[in-house]
């Protein structure tokens, strides 16, 4: 297994994992603050591929455009959903049910990239899956709930979250500069005819650091991180770090935010380290992905 590639994914996830804690200092409604991350990201992506000096390296490929093209719309997607779901459900629930995404990256990238399950990594996941629905509770599932919309505007989320994620393993050619500097780029153009500029009038200089910061580091450098370790790993140790995520974003829950979990809840984020820890141990590399997976230089 590539070290490197797990560390990577390992820091983006815990980054990301605060995004609901600061989204929420932003003072801006999903679709504005999707587009100042867009707008930040690509600046700061757009200069790190001229810095390093991979736009003069890049090999340009129809397919890989097609494929970081639907990357960014199904990206874009994920996250106004996810703001949507945070605006009006608890960042547990919300990302509780974003992280439903790995279960469905597992089953269809076993179809996909023909990575077979073993016995081991569906005992994992499954832990991973019941202790996610142990957080959620039973109140999260009752239709009648006013947060019965947030928790849809969530599952979306996890669908085109599990869309990025398999789109984004399948770009190889691509340097990780480009695809993600091409993608905030794409973002921005499908947002702007939609902003409305106006609720930017109003913010507080703390909530434009707020708005910048989840740009530059929650969206640039995660991004960075994430799209370059996912093609050096298999789908089912992706779809396992991705719970470091989840993870974060509860402990900051609990100790930011007054959150305090109930017994089942606890119960849920133990399964959930547990099938982590366990699917790590567990997974290991044929030596047909050896011989696959050579290292790409960024």
């Known amino acids: 297994?590539?070290?490197?590639?797990?560390?990577?994914?390992?820091?983006?996830?815990?980054?990301?994992?605060?995004?609901?804690?600061?989204?929420?200092?932003?003072?801006?409604?999903?679709?504005?603050?999707?587009?100042?991350?867009?707008?930040?990201?690509?600046?700061?992506?757009?200069?790190?591929?001229?810095?390093?000096?991979?736009?003069?390296?890049?090999?340009?490929?129809?397919?890989?455009?097609?494929?970081?093209?639907?990357?960014?719309v199904a990206n874009l997607l994920n996250w106004i959903f996810l703001f949507k779901s945070f605006e009006l459900i608890s960042v547990t629930i919300a990302i509780s049910l974003y992280h439903l995404a790995p279960i469905i990256v597992l089953i269809i990238g076993s179809f996909i990239f023909r990575e077979k399950l073993s016995l081991y990594s569906i005992l994992a996941i499954s832990l991973c899956f019941i202790g996610t629905l142990l957080i959620m509770g039973t109140d999260g599932f009752q239709s009648s709930s006013p947060e019965w919309e947030g928790i849809m505007y969530g599952i979306i989320a996890a669908f085109f979250y599990a869309a990025t994620m398999l789109l984004g393993k399948s770009i190889t050619k691509t340097s990780v500069y480009a695809t993600t500097f091409l993608q905030m780029l794409i973002g921005f153009l499908l947002l702007l005819p939609f902003v409305d500029f106006h609720v930017y009038t109003t913010l507080h200089a703390s909530q434009w650091f707020y708005t910048v910061l989840t740009g530059i580091v929650h969206t640039?450098?995660?991004?960075?991180?994430?799209?370059?370790?996912?093609?050096?790993?298999?789908?089912?140790?992706?779809?396992?770090?991705?719970?470091?995520?989840?993870?974060?974003?509860?402990?900051?829950?609990?100790?930011?935010?007054?959150?305090?979990?109930?017994?089942?809840q606890i119960l849920g984020i133990s399964l959930i380290f547990l099938g982590m820890i366990y699917s790590l141990r567990t997974t290991r590399p044929t030596g047909k992905e050896v011989m696959q997976k050579r290292p790409h230089t960024m």
Request: overall charge neutral; aromatic content about 12%.
């Open 1 to 72: 297994m590539n070290k490197i590639a797990v560390l990577q994914l390992s820091v983006a996830m815990a980054i990301f994992g605060s995004v609901g804690f600061f989204s929420e200092r932003t003072g801006l409604p999903a679709l504005e603050l999707v587009f100042v991350r867009c707008i930040c990201a690509a600046v700061f992506l757009c200069a790190a591929w001229m810095a390093t000096g991979h736009f003069k390296r890049e090999k340009w490929d129809v397919r890989e455009a097609m494929l970081i093209i639907f990357c960014a």
């Open 220 to 264: 640039g450098v995660v991004y960075l991180l994430f799209f370059n370790s996912i093609r050096h790993l298999p789908t089912n140790v992706v779809s396992f770090m991705i719970f470091v995520d989840p993870a974060v974003a509860i402990l900051l829950d609990i100790l930011l935010s007054g959150f305090v979990p109930d017994m089942v």
